[in-house]
T-cell receptor, first 112, second 117 residues
């Protein structure tokens, strides 16, 4: 069974804090991992992709991957109210061609 | 780069009519396109996967005769909702993959909000 698990939240953090979003997945052989942001009423937007163990930083966003633990996370530093959205974790499972399996998303609210 | 458009952005139709939604990759060739449906406050639900020039692969429970998908070129896929009913009212979102050869990112269109009256 191909599964991507996320804490649905809601997760609330004060402005300027670090928001930590977590995701676990079921297939140890997976190689491709993505974080999408979805504002209410809008479609998802790709914000990060990560393929190797360790950290990948892009501006205020850091993705962390631990394949041994089947765990991927997204850290948002200096959180802003504009970061308030649902964050979707997506995994390309082995043998899935280009299909991604999405988690149900974590709703983040950044309080001013 | 990697821009995907959808048209129309919203549509209202009467029960029993058909609606066509277009999805275009504007600056890359999409070898694979995906169609999703999302109900309010729910997660994305994959409906089907289409590869250029091939028949679409539908997910379990999705009626292929009701949701017709055509992927005639590397930049265009269409979804036709046939004989629409109020329960088909939803947010339909396409995504495209193929901007790069091996990294598998999917880029989403802005979505089409369908209301069937």
């Amino acid at each position: 069974q191909k599964e991507v698990e996320q804490n649905s939240g809601p997760l609330s953090v004060p402005e300027g804090a670090i928001a930590s979003l977590n995701c676990t997945y079921s297939d140890r052989g997976s190689q491709s991992f993505f974080w999408y942001r979805q504002y209410s009423g809008k479609s998802p937007e790709l914000i990060m992709s990560i393929y190797s163990n360790g950290d990948k930083e892009d501006g205020r966003f850091t993705a962390q991957l631990n394949k041994a633990s089947q765990y991927v996370s997204l850290l948002i530093r200096d959180s802003q109210p504009s970061d308030s959205a649902t964050y979707l974790c997506a995994v390309r499972f082995t043998g899935s061609a280009r299909q991604l399996t999405f988690g149900s998303g974590t709703q983040l609210t950044v309080l001013p | 780069g990697a821009v995907v458009s959808q048209h129309p952005s919203w549509v209202i139709c009467k029960s029993g009519t058909s609606v066509k939604i277009e999805c275009r990759s504007l600056d890359f060739q999409a070898t694979t396109m995906f169609w999703y449906r999302q109900f309010p406050k729910q997660s994305l639900m994959l409906m089907a996967t289409s590869n250029e020039g091939s028949k679409a692969t539908y997910e379990q429970g999705v009626e292929k005769d009701k949701f017709l998908i055509n992927h005639a070129s590397l930049t265009l896929s269409t979804l036709t909702v046939t004989s629409a009913h109020p329960e088909d009212s939803s947010f339909y979102i396409c995504s495209a993959s193929g901007a790069t050869g091996t990294t598998y990112e999917q880029y989403f269109g802005p979505g089409t909000r369908l209301t069937v009256t």
